[in-house]
């Protein structure tokens, strides 16, 4: 699980000392970082913050900076921070910044008080902006490769009622992440978001502080999964992801017995133990409904648990020709095999998951082009919008049920759907990448194992995107 580790890190945290922050520190804290640095207001909240996280690691040095977000002005706020982050720093590095503090005030637009509708932007889009700026050119005059994050909210998508300070600064720091990365990623310093939902924080209510190990959250220890389209490329990184992850069992679809031992050597790098299975299918030539019914009916028997807990909806086609012309064959074996494959076995899976009462999660591979129409790619366009779409419907219907649904977008990989554009198309996408290179399938190995594991619990119906920054630019 060394994807998931942070040792000899060091990490700034604004408003760590409880509710989202503090998870966020008892994260960091599990995965072995080797410093927080924390900011607070009240020292038994401070206390209290760093007993709990000395539960998930008894060994993390925690030094602290006493902030006022409210009545401090905020390029002292922000001069204080970083000297002082630096100056504590026990490697003279800081690795990662969180952008968490934050405050929220209620009124309707029209009596919204000025102070009040300041005061918001101040703490919630002015300082972490400049926090941002000045943490993170220092790490790239260090040439520290830095991550930092920020907090923005379901209120940076929607606009939400007597929130309207809120939403203009959670907006705001969603768009400034993208900006910022596009100018950053490729010198090192990735850039992101977490947007929480609604959480029991002293914004909303209290919040109930689960205490366990981390880690395990991540861990696949016993459970089973089937992923079409697994012997290379993206598929190969989600198989390998998941053997690290300690998977029990993979069963994979395959074409070719030599990419098929090929594939399973990979895995195998990550785990020796994982058992693997194999069903072989030509998602071109055979029927959409005998594929189906040979999957479904291959994987429950070969289970060896007699469960299926994961499913990863990967396989797929593409073909280029301008819509006007484009072959009615190949148009109709795109759309088969990318979307009416795809939505089938999720139907057939998802119905036996919800029988058997199996905790399920269903992973299917979308695009960017599930968010852009693309060229001369129609339908394939057609396929990745629709089962995008897709997966947002079935998890409002099942994820109360126990089964999440969501999907993984890559950006551009190297991969064999890749291989006929022009080396021009490939010059202009070169160009506009943030981070400044192609994905690898070492690049699916995280987030694959992220939305099958307990570690993304509260996440359902979402499109995790994977592009190296190209749809924020």
Same mark, same amino acid.
């Given at each position: @699980?060394? %994807?998931? =580790?942070?040792? !000899?890190?060091?990490?700034?945290?604004? /408003?760590?000392?409880?509710? #989202?922050?503090?998870?966020?520190?008892?994260?960091?804290?599990?995965?072995?970082?080797?410093?927080?640095?924390?900011?607070?207001?009240?020292?038994?909240?401070?206390?209290a913050a760093a007993n709990q996280i000395k539960?998930?690691?008894?060994?993390?040095?925690?030094?602290?900076?006493?902030?006022?977000?409210?009545?401090?002005?905020?390029?002292?706020?922000?001069?204080?921070?970083?000297?002082?982050?630096?100056?504590?720093?026990?490697?003279?590095?800081?690795?990662?910044?969180?952008?968490?503090?934050?405050?929220?005030?209620?009124?309707?637009?029209?009596?919204?008080?000025?102070?009040?509708?300041?005061?918001?932007?101040?703490?919630?889009?002015?300082?972490? @902006?400049? %926090?941002? =700026?000045?943490? !993170?050119?220092?790490?790239?005059?260090? /040439?520290?490769?830095?991550? #930092?994050?920020n907090t923005a909210s379901v209120l940076s998508?929607?606009?939400?009622?007597?929130?309207?300070?809120?939403?203009?600064?959670?907006?705001?720091?969603?768009?400034?992440?993208?900006?910022?990365?596009?100018?950053?990623?490729?010198?090192?310093?990735?850039?992101?978001?977490?947007?929480?939902?609604?959480?029991?924080?002293?914004?909303?209510?209290?919040?109930?502080?689960?205490?366990?190990?981390?880690?395990?959250?991540?861990?696949?220890?016993?459970?089973?999964?089937v992923v079409t389209g697994a012997t290379s490329?993206?598929?190969?990184?989600?198989?390998?992801?998941?053997?690290?992850?300690?998977?029990?069992?993979?069963?994979?679809?395959?074409?070719?017995?030599?990419?098929?031992?090929?594939?399973?050597?990979?895995?195998?790098?990550?785990?020796?133990?994982?058992? #693997?299975?194999?069903?072989?299918?030509?998602?071109?030539?055979?029927?959409?409904?005998?594929?189906?019914?040979?999957?479904?009916?291959?994987?429950?028997?070969?289970?060896?648990?007699?469960?299926?807990?994961?499913?990863?909806?990967?396989?797929?086609?593409?073909?280029?020709?301008?819509?006007?012309?484009?072959?009615?064959?190949?148009?109709?074996?795109?759309?088969?095999?990318?979307?009416?494959?795809?939505?089938?076995?999720?139907?057939?899976?998802?119905?036996?998951?919800?029988?058997?009462?199996?905790?399920?999660?269903?992973?299917?591979?979308?695009?960017?082009?599930?968010?852009?129409?693309?060229?001369?790619?129609?339908?394939?366009?057609?396929?990745?919008?629709?089962?995008?779409?897709?997966?947002?419907?079935?998890?409002?219907?099942?994820?109360?049920?126990?089964?999440?649904?969501?999907?993984?977008?890559?950006?551009?990989?190297?991969?064999?759907?890749?291989?006929?554009?022009?080396?021009?198309?490939?010059?202009?996408?070169?160009?506009?990448?943030?981070?400044?290179?192609?994905?690898?399938?070492?690049?699916?190995?995280?987030?694959?194992?992220?939305?099958?594991?307990?570690?993304?619990?509260?996440?359902?119906?979402?499109?995790?995107?994977?592009?190296?920054?190209?749809?924020?630019?």
């Amino acid at each position: @699980m060394s %994807l998931f =580790r942070l040792d !000899g890190q060091v990490a700034v945290i604004t /408003g760590a000392t409880s509710g #989202i922050g503090l998870a966020y520190a008892e994260g960091l804290a599990s995965a072995g970082i080797k410093q927080l640095i924390l900011t607070y207001r009240s020292q038994p909240t401070l206390d209290a913050a760093a007993n709990q996280i000395k539960q998930f690691n008894p060994d993390v040095v925690i030094s602290s900076i006493y902030v006022d977000f409210l009545s401090m002005e905020e390029d002292e706020i922000v001069e204080l921070v970083t000297t002082q982050a630096y100056s504590c720093s026990i490697t003279g590095a800081i690795d990662i910044l969180i952008n968490n503090a934050g405050i929220n005030e209620r009124h309707p637009v029209e009596s919204f008080p000025q102070d009040k509708f300041d005061n918001v932007i101040k703490v919630d889009l002015t300082i972490p @902006m400049k %926090l941002t =700026r000045c943490i !993170g050119t220092k790490m790239l005059e260090l /040439g520290t490769k830095g991550k #930092i994050v920020n907090t923005a909210s379901v209120l940076s998508f929607q606009s939400g009622v007597y929130t309207a300070a809120y939403t203009t600064a959670k907006g705001g720091l969603k768009n400034f992440t993208q900006a910022v990365a596009n100018e950053w990623s490729a010198r090192g310093v990735r850039v992101n978001c977490l947007a929480p939902g609604y959480v029991g924080t002293n914004m909303t209510g209290t919040m109930s502080v689960e205490n366990r190990e981390l880690m395990s959250s991540f861990s696949l220890e016993g459970q089973v999964a089937v992923v079409t389209g697994a012997t290379s490329g993206i598929g190969l990184g989600y198989a390998e992801g998941l053997a690290s992850a300690g998977i029990k069992q993979l069963i994979l679809t395959y074409r070719s017995h030599s990419t098929l031992d090929a594939a399973i050597g990979e895995i195998k790098k990550f785990n020796a133990d994982v058992k #693997i299975d194999s069903i072989p299918v030509d998602f071109v030539e055979e029927k959409e409904d005998d594929i189906v019914d040979k999957i479904f009916t291959q994987a429950y028997n070969l289970s060896v648990t007699g469960a299926i807990d994961i499913l990863i909806n990967n396989a797929g086609i593409t073909e280029r020709s301008r819509v006007e012309t484009f072959p009615q064959d190949k148009f109709d074996a795109v759309i088969k095999v990318d979307l009416n494959i795809p939505v089938k076995l999720t139907q057939r899976f998802g119905a036996k998951m919800l029988e058997l009462g199996t905790k399920g999660k269903i992973v299917a591979t979308s695009s960017l082009l599930s968010f852009q129409g693309g060229y001369a790619s129609s339908p394939y366009a057609v396929a990745k919008g629709g089962i995008k779409q897709f997966t947002q419907a079935v998890a409002n219907e099942w994820s109360a049920r126990g089964i999440r649904v969501n999907c993984i977008a890559p950006g551009y990989v190297r991969t064999k759907l890749t291989d006929n554009m022009s080396q021009e198309s490939k010059d202009l996408v070169d160009k506009r990448i943030p981070m400044g290179r192609w994905a690898d399938r070492s690049d699916f190995r995280g987030p694959i194992v992220f939305l099958c594991s307990d570690a993304s619990s509260y996440v359902t119906g979402s499109t995790l995107v994977v592009d190296g920054g190209w749809l924020g630019r």
